[in-house]
């Protein structure tokens, strides 16, 4: 490969590195202290290329309640991104996913759901949905993940 062809090479590659970095996302995790599976969704979160602000919280049910999460899709620890909430076990692509909907408030894996991100302990995968709030308040299955 002769010179220019290399200068040209190794600029798209680091315009291409530059670029990914821009878009790194960071959203804030509100979790309880004692949570083990909270520091393990957040380490998900970071190996797909998240910036995580780890907040630790005395009252989660009432952060809960003032982020707009319903009870019936809570779980242990709540994320915000771009105002919205992402509650529990929710895979990374699925949070990136959730910037681009301007039709739902946020998204959650209610329960704790054995092998979502976090959850995973030995071979065991439960199967679980990916529960969308839609702005006016209805829930839409955003995605399902199967178990085995």
Not at 65 to 92: D, M, Y
Not at 108 to 123: Q, T
């Amino acid at each position: 490969m002769n010179t220019p062809l290399r200068i040209a090479a190794l600029t798209a590659l680091l315009l291409s590195a530059t670029a990914h970095a821009a878009e790194q996302l960071s959203i804030d995790v509100h979790r309880d202290a004692n949570c083990g599976c909270c520091k393990a969704w957040i380490s998900h979160l970071e190996t797909n290329g998240f910036k995580v602000n780890d907040h630790v919280e005395t009252d989660m049910s009432s952060v809960k309640r003032r982020l707009g999460v319903e009870p019936r899709l809570a779980s242990c620890h709540t994320g915000v991104i771009n105002g919205k909430f992402v509650e529990g076990h929710v895979p990374a692509d699925q949070v990136v996913a959730l910037t681009k909907r301007n039709d739902l408030k946020g998204i959650a894996v209610p329960g704790m759901p054995m092998g979502s991100p976090g959850m995973e302990m030995g071979d065991r995968k439960d199967a679980y949905q990916v529960i969308g709030l839609s702005n006016d308040g209805h829930d839409v299955v955003v995605a399902q993940y199967p178990g085995h």
